[in-house]
């Protein structure tokens, strides 16, 4: 069965100090992994693809990386508005419009 | 470009009540999602559409909820009779052979 581990399931941290959450998997034939961002009260919003070990992306203050077993979100100089849930999601299959598999997210915090 | 449409944002019901919701996809994204997502939990899929035909509802329970996708664009999800249990958020995707993008979702509450 497949499944996606996030932890750790909450997070506080100070502004400016930099920290990673993580995303460990277990899945057949992954295509794909995913972060995503989501606010209280909003759908989630896409952040980055990540498709074989190896691959780093990165997005202002963000970077996720990948390997084999888990990926990583590393959260450098944090400010108050990066507070959010952190979503990771798996895609398996050939194909990109196969459903995502999602954890349940880690909740951060960032106190100016 | 819009995003993902959902209405309504919020919905009251008594328990045993139907309910409905619509989505509105990203102009061209033949593939349109519903999942479910509960307090402190990721979304789970519910249905999957690829332009009209629902490919992948086994997660769906089909003794109580419908889904719809007439022409190949906007989505319906209904629920008859709503349970307490159904209270969650209904959140809607879709995407074109990459990344999904979500609508904002309806967030149910039965009373």
């Known amino acids: 069965e497949d499944q996606v581990t996030q932890s750790p399931e909450a997070l506080r941290l100070q502004e400016g100090e930099s920290s990673s959450l993580n995303c460990s998997y277990t899945v057949s034939g992954l295509r794909g992994l995913f972060w995503y961002r989501q606010d209280p009260g909003k759908g989630p919003e896409f952040l980055f693809t990540?498709?074989?070990a190896g691959e780093e992306k990165e997005k202002e203050r963000l970077k996720a990386t990948l390997t084999k077993k888990e990926s990583f979100l590393h959260i450098t100089a944090p400010k108050p508005e990066d507070s959010a849930t952190y979503l990771c999601a798996v895609q398996k299959g050939d194909s990109g419009n196969t459903p995502l598999v999602f954890g349940k997210g880690t909740r951060l915090s960032v106190i100016a | 470009e819009a995003g993902v449409v959902q209405s309504p944002r919020y919905k009251i019901i008594e328990k045993k009540q139907p309910v409905a919701f619509w989505c509105n996809p990203i102009?061209?994204?033949?593939?349109l999602y519903w999942y479910l997502q509960n307090l402190g939990q990721g979304p789970e899929l519910l249905i999957r559409y690829e332009n009209e035909e629902a490919v992948d509802d086994s997660q769906l329970p089909k003794d109580r909820f419908s889904a719809e996708r007439l022409k190949g664009v906007d989505s319906t999800l209904k629920i008859q009779p709503a349970e307490l249990g159904d209270s969650a958020v209904y959140l809607c995707?879709?995407?074109?052979?990459?990344?999904?993008?979500f609508g904002p979702g309806t967030r149910l509450t039965v009373l």
């Open positions: 995707a879709s995407s074109n052979h990459n990344e999904q993008f």
């Open positions: 990540l498709y074989s």
């Open positions: 102009s061209g994204h033949n593939t």
